[in-house]
Each structure stands twice: as structure tokens, then as C-alpha cells.
């Protein structure tokens, strides 16, 4: 599992960049000011949590929280899902103006909460 999570970490981090340079140089012009806000908050929630994923991965492959291993799996896949519906619901609202999908976000925030509260948990010997 310690492979998944350090490339999904990497696949986000690249993206990360990438999206970031979209919305500093493509969207800058076509999007208001505050759209442009709400896909820079995306692209920051990505870069944090794919830093998570590598930690994740690090901390899994190097043992540490082998008694805990099922809460480092429910961890990096939280962090993954949380990218998924928390940045990604921001850079569809951004991009679109459909807020709507702005009731996606909290699911996701939902996510990386529970990702690091299974970190905590397995940093504590739960």
C-alpha cells in the first residue's frame, strides 16, 4: 500500500504544479477574481495533502505504525478521496461557475479531516 500512496502523492504533487501554472497563466483572465481564489485554494489543498500521501507512504513502508496499519491505509486513502472531491469540486466551481458543486467541497473536507485524525490515532498506538 505504501507504493499507492507515495504515487498518488507524486501524480498530485505534478498536478498540483500543473493546475497551479493553469490558474496563474489561463485562467487569470477568463475568471473572476474570485473564482480565480477558489481554484487557488484547490490547487493548495492538493499540494498539502499530496505532501500527506508521501508521508503516509513513508511512515507505512518504514514500519512505524505497524500495529496501526489499517488506520495508515484509511488515512492515505482518505487524503486521496478528500483531493478528489474537496479540490476538485473547487476547480469545477471555479471553472464553471456552477455552485452547486460547491456542496461537493465539504465531503471532502470531511475526508481530510478523517485522514488526519487516522494519523493521529496511529501516531497515538490505537
Avoid: N
Amino acid at each position: 500500500m505504501d507504493r499507492t500512496f507515495l504515487l498518488a502523492g507524486a501524480v498530485a504533487g505534478f498536478l498540483g504544479v500543473g493546475f497551479g501554472a493553469f490558474g496563474a497563466h489561463a485562467l487569470r483572465a477568463r475568471i473572476s477574481p474570485e473564482m480565480l481564489a477558489v481554484f487557488e485554494t484547490g490547487v493548495r489543498y492538493q499540494m498539502y495533502h499530496a505532501l500527506a500521501l508521501v508521508v503516509t507512504s513513508l511512515v507505512t513502508s518504514l514500519g512505524v505504525a505497524r500495529m496501526s496499519a489499517w488506520l495508515m491505509t484509511i488515512a492515505g486513502w482518505s487524503f486521496i478521496v478528500g483531493i478528489v472531491l474537496f479540490s476538485g469540486s473547487l476547480y469545477a466551481l471555479a471553472v464553471t461557475g456552477v455552485t452547486v458543486l460547491g456542496a461537493i467541497t465539504p465531503l471532502g473536507g470531511l475526508a481530510f479531516l478523517a485522514g488526519w485524525a487516522c494519523l493521529a490515532l496511529a501516531a497515538a498506538g490505537a
